[in-house]
């Protein structure tokens, strides 16, 4: 009887330890939970005044915790595309360029049909572009229109989406019959694209955006580059008119005074 009655205590106690440490192991999960999501909430305080290097301090050790979060990797993504704005030096805008690809392609890895991660990846690539050689122009181009094309297909109301399509026609638009025959030797054909393409798609990102300029400043380049400046001057005008908003905003302005400075 005594045999089997520590028996049964033991038993007991080894129920219990398990039971107890199952509890335990449940609480820390739910604990890590809760410390990523304060560190997200907290992170997004900065991501809202356009503080990259602050938001970072909280979206980092959130990922750690929570390391297969997508919506988490897309808002680190974006602060190092503004980092990448704010930087000075081409090597270290490349990297943290590159940085914000990985972390988009991350994303997108993991929700591929989140229009968000697809976006990120778009936005990303788009960054680096001018700092790449004209090879690498054409692969990545050929990412970004494919990002793109995936998220107007799962959100055909996203305006960002049909800004940076309207980018890819417009810059394959703005391509020499000559150059594009050259580039056809080196690299491949080069897909067709024209300026009412571009212009389309920007008109559509103002229809569901009205009020971001950089619609404007960019639908004026594509009016003027087809040989309508001064359509294309009154769009940019008004983008120069708004109150800037993002991150990107004064760089495009700055854009925007060389187009005027250069039309008719």
């Not at 030096?89 to 943290?96: C, P, S």
């Not at 690539?125 to 494919?146: A, F, H, N, V």
């Not at 009412?196 to 003027?224: V, W």
Request: with cysteine; hydrophobic share 40%.
């Amino acid at each position: 009887m005594d045999t089997y009655l520590t028996l049964l205590m033991r038993n007991f106690r080894h129920l219990t330890f398990i039971a107890v440490s199952a509890t335990l192991l449940f609480a820390h999960q739910v604990r890590a939970t809760e410390d990523a999501t304060s560190l997200i909430q907290k992170g997004d305080i900065y991501y809202a005044k356009l503080q990259p290097s602050e938001a970072l301090k909280y979206y980092l050790p959130a990922e750690r915790l929570d390391p297969k979060n997508p919506k988490l990797l897309v808002r680190i993504a974006r602060q190092y595309r503004h980092l990448a704005s704010d930087a000075t030096d081409k090597t270290e805008k490349t990297r943290l360029g590159n940085t914000a690809v990985r972390y988009a392609e991350h994303a997108v890895s993991l929700a591929p049909e989140d229009p968000d991660t697809q976006l990120a990846v778009a936005l990303s690539y788009g960054k680096l572009m001018p700092l790449l050689t004209t090879k690498e122009q054409i692969i990545d181009s050929r990412i970004i229109k494919r990002s793109a094309d995936k998220v107007i297909a799962l959100d055909p109301n996203n305006d960002l989406a049909w800004h940076v399509l309207g980018r890819y026609y417009l810059n394959l638009a703005d391509v020499s019959p000559v150059k594009r025959a050259l580039a056809q030797v080196v690299y491949g054909k080069l897909p067709p694209a024209t300026f009412d393409q571009a212009i389309g798609c920007f008109e559509k990102a103002i229809a569901l955006k009205p009020d971001r300029l950089m619609h404007y400043i960019e639908l004026g380049r594509a009016y003027s580059e087809s040989g309508h400046p001064d359509k294309g001057r009154k769009l940019v005008e008004k983008g120069l008119s708004m109150v800037n908003t993002e991150k990107d905003d004064a760089e495009l302005k700055m854009v925007g005074r060389e187009l005027l400075a250069k039309m008719p």
